[in-house]
């Protein structure tokens, strides 16, 4: 080994102790920004020692196109990662997450194509066999291969149902199961057929077949188990990039695709959970048709009690203790920084705010988290729903802002879409006030029983709005 090489092997050590101190520090909103950078910071050292190395080290022969491909990939990724991250509108991050994982899954995929070539002995492009290549590396080529183009075609189809650009509801079609189920053979018959018998031709269905089954296993879930489908996209994306650092012989894109795949597998988990239902069931095909029309029907058996922006802030006023609870109709009409501005105001009145936040609210795992941070909203008030669930028994006012499903009362009765999903008992609250534009129904489709409840007030607006009303109705009384 020479000094160049123990050099960077130190510092792919040191950029691995970054990844894991900054997931550690992403467990809390509080440190998640730092951890976030750390990480990144790690990954950017790591990428400028593999550069060094290539550069400096005689055993690379790379040819001028071959610095191009490599100098010019890595300012052209830089470039439109920082734009596009810094563009984005938080509404549409999910759909930014789910390409950035269709394009880690995607460049491990990759990866597999040129290592096994470079590894071939003898090359015949017509179909003849290759030999002398270790099983270890077939194995590791082929998981690589399944995984990462399965999260490649996955990803595009996930943030195209985010985007509204492929419907938001389940889409099935006459032997759609028996395609997937076809899929899914083809690719793990193809990765056991290419260890068998190296080839062109096992690599080529291996990846028609994983592409295919990505597309078939994200068509059929609907847009309430979206937040689930992308965690666990994510956690394909490191599980791909690890198998590329096998396929390469790279310690760094094995810790790293490692901890990724981990963490998104525990946090697919505790998605799941939170939705009361196993990952299997989501994937064979998730309940959820999108966004329901506005005027649609009310939930049956009882009568809708409107309210004004006065009226709401009058109850606020006189009350003690506040529960917000955010959903995606705040992230929708982008009216974060109004729920922080009305927290902050109450809470300098002397009352108690907390934000409710459901684990599967919003299009993405913590969106509500992001939104409400981005807002300055002080981070001991974001309650998670085991935390804030015993709350709403003492608490005044539960102002629901654009939340359905997570607020269903419907889930603690057997027979309906959401049985049995955990909810915030924002029923519970001795009074509710919920701001929606219209009666239309949540992803799962169903009439939302606490709109009809006795006890809440619907304010009809626009959350941007309806806030923005409450808060100077509030400065009013206050004045």
Not at 310 to 327: E, M, Q, T
């Amino acid at each position: 080994m020479t000094a160049l090489e123990a050099t960077v092997g130190i510092i792919y050590l040191v950029a691995a102790t970054t990844f894991v101190l900054g997931l550690h520090l992403m467990r809390s909103p509080a440190t998640a920004r730092r951890g976030n950078l750390l990480s990144a910071s790690g990954m950017a050292t790591a990428i400028l020692a593999t550069v060094a190395l290539v550069a400096f080290d005689d055993s690379f022969h790379v040819t001028a196109w071959g610095w191009v491909a490599l100098v010019g990939g890595t300012a052209l990724g830089g470039v439109a990662g920082a734009v596009s991250a810094r563009r984005v509108k938080m509404t549409a991050m999910p759909q930014l997450v789910s390409l950035f994982n269709a394009v880690g899954g995607g460049a491990a995929a990759i990866i597999a194509f040129p290592e096994l070539m470079h590894r071939f002995e003898e090359l015949d492009l017509l179909g003849g066999a290759y030999t002398n290549i270790a099983t270890s590396v077939l194995i590791f080529v082929g998981l690589d291969l399944l995984i990462g183009s399965i999260t490649f075609s996955g990803s595009l189809i996930a943030a195209g149902k985010l985007q509204g650009w492929i419907s938001g509801a389940p889409i099935t079609f006459l032997g759609s199961r028996v395609l997937t189920l076809v899929a899914a053979a083809t690719g793990v018959g193809s990765v056991i057929w290419l260890i068998a018998a190296p080839g062109m031709l096992p690599l080529i269905v291996l990846t028609i077949a994983a592409l295919a089954f990505g597309i078939f296993m994200v068509l059929p879930i609907g847009g309430a188990d979206m937040p689930v489908v992308v965690s666990l996209l994510n956690a394909f994306t490191g599980l791909a990039v690890a198998m590329s650092g096998f396929v390469v012989g790279s310690d760094i894109l094995i810790v790293a695709g490692g901890l990724v795949g981990a963490s998104g597998t525990i946090l697919t988990k505790l998605m799941a959970d939170a939705m009361n239902r196993s990952v299997l069931s989501i994937m064979v095909g998730g309940f959820g048709t999108g966004d329901a029309p506005a005027g649609a029907a009310v939930a049956s058996g009882g009568e809708v009690t409107r309210t004004d922006a006065d009226d709401v802030a009058l109850r606020l006023a006189y009350a003690s203790k506040v529960i917000i609870v955010p959903g995606y109709g705040l992230a929708a009409a982008q009216a974060q920084r109004e729920a922080g501005e009305l927290g902050k105001a109450l809470t300098e009145r002397g009352i108690t705010v907390f934000y409710a936040i459901h684990p599967v609210a919003g299009r993405m795992p913590g969106h509500m988290n992001v939104l409400l941070a981005e807002a300055d909203v002080p981070y001991p008030q974001l309650l998670e729903m085991d935390d804030v669930n015993p709350e709403f028994s003492t608490c005044d006012v539960a102002l629901v802002v654009g939340a359905n499903d997570v607020t269903n009362p419907a889930a603690r009765r057997a027979g309906n879409a959401i049985s049995g999903m955990p909810i915030l008992d924002v029923d519970k609250a001795r009074s509710i006030v919920v701001i929606k534009r219209s009666m239309g129904h949540g992803y799962a489709g169903l009439d939302n029983e606490l709109y009809t409840d006795p006890k809440t007030g619907m304010l009809f607006a626009d959350a941007k709005k309806g806030l923005g009303q409450i808060l100077a109705a509030l400065k009013e009384y206050a004045a």
